[in-house]
C-alpha cells in the first residue's frame, strides 16, 4: 500500500527555519504531482507548495513566496519543504500529498489521491 510520510516538524522561534520531510518510498516522483498543505486549529486546509508531474510545474502559495522551497529529490524518493523566517501564521499541522499524472498542480485537497498523517508545526516564542 502506498504512503506517504512526513516528519521534521516542531517548535521553532519567529525567524527560524525547519525542513519538511515527505518519504515517498512507494512514488516515482517523475510521475507524480506532490503537494504541501497546512491546516490550523479551526481553518480550512490549505496549499502551500506544490509541484506537478514529468517536469511540470513548481507553485508556491503567496503567503509563504520567497521564504519556503519545495525540494523534489528523486533518487531518495522525498520531498522536502524548506521553511525559513518562519511567522507564528505558519503554525499548523503540515501535509504533504500525492497524485500520478498530475502536471499542473494545485491548491485544491481534492486534486490529490494520497495523503500523509501530517506533522505538527509549532512556531511561537
Known amino acids: 500500500q502506498r504512503e506517504l510520510v512526513e516528519s521534521g516538524g516542531g517548535l521553532v522561534q519567529p525567524g527560524g527555519s525547519l525542513r519538511l520531510s515527505c518519504a515517498a518510498s512507494?512514488?516515482?516522483?517523475?510521475?507524480?504531482?506532490i503537494g504541501w498543505f497546512r491546516q490550523a486549529p479551526g481553518k480550512e486546509r490549505e496549499g502551500v507548495s506544490c509541484f506537478g508531474s514529468s517536469g511540470g510545474s513548481f507553485t508556491y502559495a503567496d503567503s509563504v513566496k520567497g521564504r519556503f522551497t519545495i525540494i523534489r529529490d528523486n533518487a531518495k524518493r522525498t520531498v522536502y519543504l524548506q521553511m525559513n523566517s518562519l511567522k507564528p501564521e505558519d503554525s499548523g499541522i503540515y501535509f504533504c500529498?500525492?497524485?500520478?499524472?498530475?502536471?499542473?498542480?494545485?491548491?485544491?485537497?481534492?486534486?490529490?489521491?494520497?495523503w500523509g498523517q501530517g506533522t505538527p508545526v509549532t512556531v511561537s516564542s
Open positions: 512507494q512514488f516515482n516522483l517523475d510521475y507524480y504531482a
Open positions: 500529498a500525492a497524485r500520478g499524472q498530475l502536471r499542473r498542480c494545485g491548491f485544491s485537497p481534492d486534486l490529490y489521491t494520497y
